[in-house]
Nanobody, 118 residues
Framework: VQLVESGGDLVQAGGSLRLSCVASGSTFSINAMGWYRQAPGKERELVAEIIKGHDSPNYADSVKGRFTISRDDAKNTMYLQMNSLRPEDTAVYYC????????????WGKGTLVTVSS
């Protein structure tokens, strides 16, 4: 599976961005997709994910109510709509996809930079 993110940009606090992740390759067996982010000097953290068979997506507490994850399977594309952005949302955002369960095979994109100015 190959993943390519886009949509990162410089935005003022309170603004919005939509990130996209286009998947190609063995997309038919993807069991989960989501977004992680890594801020300078910090560990990579889960932002949001969609897991097949689950009723609703998972979100980090810090983004609940502000970010929305969605998928368009016809376009093999996943989105992250980010509203009410804060300076602490500044990070490189990575798309991931997984074959199998939690201990399955993970695929990663190269990331897209989101910078939120105060």
């Amino acid at each position: 599976v190959q993943l390519v993110e886009s949509g990162g940009d410089l935005v003022q606090a309170g603004g919005s961005l939509r990130l996209s992740c286009v998947a190609s390759g063995s997309t038919f067996s993807i069991n989960a997709m989501g977004w992680y982010r890594q801020a300078p000097g910090k560990e990579r953290e889960l932002v949001a994910e969609i897991i097949k068979g689950h009723d609703s997506p998972n979100y980090a507490d810090s983004v609940k109510g502000r970010f929305t994850i969605s998928r368009d399977d016809a376009k093999n594309t996943m989105y992250l709509q980010m509203n009410s952005l804060r300076p602490e949302d500044t990070a490189v955002y990575y798309c991931y996809a997984r074959h199998g369960s939690h201990y399955g095979t993970y695929y990663w994109g190269k990331g897209t930079l989101v910078t939120v100015s105060s």
